[in-house]
């Protein structure tokens, strides 16, 4: 926990970003994972749209159904409630209307017991996050690569390798920030921009393959562990546990074609065995 301490806030993640320091996240869509994450001591949790493809097997995070987040939200809360857990809100669940955008977000703080709410944004949502931020709702401003708008490109691609693209990142973040988010996160970006907008940043910045500079860094749990068939390159498994998950059901597999159990836990006494007999004679 270094000198995080027992339970940890928004406040502390300040406090770490304006001292130099770093704290880790990582995506989290179950109790049961919270509940290790936790102990292990990642800082904050986000509960990312990316549940769509990890956990509904969709090909796309623009799946995530609204209600499904906000109660895997509550869940990781639940296993977690000492970390900081941000909720992602899924796709159209915040574009088509400031006032629904404004009541889905409550509804993540409230019912999803969240800490903070993650928009993939541009500028052009700095009025909404300014709406939010004076609703009380601590948000963040999600730049750079926005997987949400994935069809609109042909897929996921890298952004701010051009001057231009690069200068379009810098001023999404100074103004979600000067609007009011409490975080910046970028993602796929390159390292020197990266650079750029933490050093104008006054809010702590999350960075997803956007290089070392940002106080905070995230990856999807999933690749951490070696259970995707391809992980992007900024995050390498450093487990095998989908290996070890099929070594373990093959053997499942063979304990039971050949019968090999182990001892059964239950047992019936003899006096009642026979009265279950005698019992069932007669209803037979």
Request: one cysteine or more.
């Amino acid at each position: 926990m270094g000198d995080f301490p027992t339970a940890i806030t928004l406040r502390d993640l300040f406090r770490t970003a304006k001292a130099g320091g770093r704290f880790s996240c990582l995506t989290c869509y179950d109790a049961t994972t919270a509940r290790w994450l936790e102990k292990a001591g990642v800082e904050v949790l986000l509960v990312g749209d990316t549940a769509a493809e990890m956990i509904l097997g969709h090909t796309s995070t623009v799946h995530a159904p609204l209600d499904f987040m906000v109660m895997i939200t509550a869940a990781v809360k639940r296993g977690a409630p000492s970390r900081v857990v941000m909720a992602d809100m899924p796709f159209m669940s915040y574009q088509a209307d400031d006032a629904e955008a404004l009541r889905n977000a409550g509804r993540f703080m409230t019912e999803g017991n969240a800490d903070c709410v993650k928009i993939e944004a541009d500028r052009t949502f700095a009025p909404l996050v300014e709406k939010m931020a004076r609703a009380g709702i601590p948000v963040v401003a999600h730049v750079g690569s926005r997987p949400q708008q994935a069809k609109m490109k042909g897929g996921y691609v890298s952004t701010g390798r051009s001057a231009e693209t690069a200068l379009r990142v810098l001023h999404d973040a100074a103004a979600l920030e000067a609007a009011g988010a409490s975080m910046i996160l970028v993602e796929a970006c390159p390292a020197e921009v990266t650079q750029m907008v933490v050093e104008r940043a006054t809010v702590p910045v999350i960075g997803c393959g956007a290089g070392p500079a940002c106080h905070g860094q995230v990856v999807v749990l999933n690749d951490l562990l070696g259970l995707t068939h391809w992980q992007p390159a900024f995050a390498k498994p450093l487990a095998a546990v989908g290996t070890e998950i099929e070594r373990a059901a093959k053997l499942w597999r063979e304990r039971v074609r050949d019968g090999e159990l182990g001892e059964h836990p239950y047992t019936i006494a003899p006096d009642e065995l026979a009265r279950l007999q005698q019992l069932a004679g007669h209803v037979s």
